[in-house]
């Protein structure tokens, strides 16, 4: 859902010429992996930042088996290479997808209208609610370019309320299966 309601939101209704996609909560990479796929299908060129304070290891990884769910070895080789970058650094995974990562705290984010997509993936309020406040949701707003977008699974009335109070304009709007809602968060220019 974070492709419908936030990459191709933003490709169709800005037609900016690359997209910058701040991903908070890299994980896995799986969010960055299948923003890669979309981007080639669509011709997008991204440049994609992905920020964890404690990064998966690479045994972790390899544990999930992701890659034996993917038919195409280039996806395999991409997908390897995600997680085989250095931290800290710019790199190229494939023509026209660059992939940063860093480790770092949501709070100690001090990019100023840099990117066009954020992809909010932290764990839920109920588990973590330092990283749902009206701080954190202003660090989003200030990292976001005018007509920026902000996407989050996270559906709860505090969540909604803290990003209004910064100033974005929230939508309600389906979530994926077993989740009823989610969020997009977009600063207006009115």
Known sequence: MFMKHGLEYVSHTFNPAEISILEIGFGTGLNAFISLIEAKKQGLKVNYTGVEAYPVSQEEVQG???????????????????????????????????LT?????????Q???RFNLIYFD??????????WTIAIFRKMFQALKSDGVLVTYSAKGSVRRAMLEVGFTVERLPGPPG????????ITNE
């Open 64 to 98: 999930l088996g992701y890659t034996e769910q993917f038919a195409e070895e280039d996806h395999k080789k991409s997908f390897k290479l995600i997680h085989e970058i250095p931290w800290e650094e710019n790199h190229e995974i494939t023509e026209g997808f660059n």
């Open 179 to 186: 989740k009823r809602e989610m969020l997009r968060a977009v």
């Open 111 to 113: 990019d100023i209208e």
């Open 122 to 131: 932290a764990f839920g309020p109920r588990v973590q609610p330092d990283l």
């Open 101 to 109: 990562k860093r480790k770092q705290f949501f709070s100690d984010i």
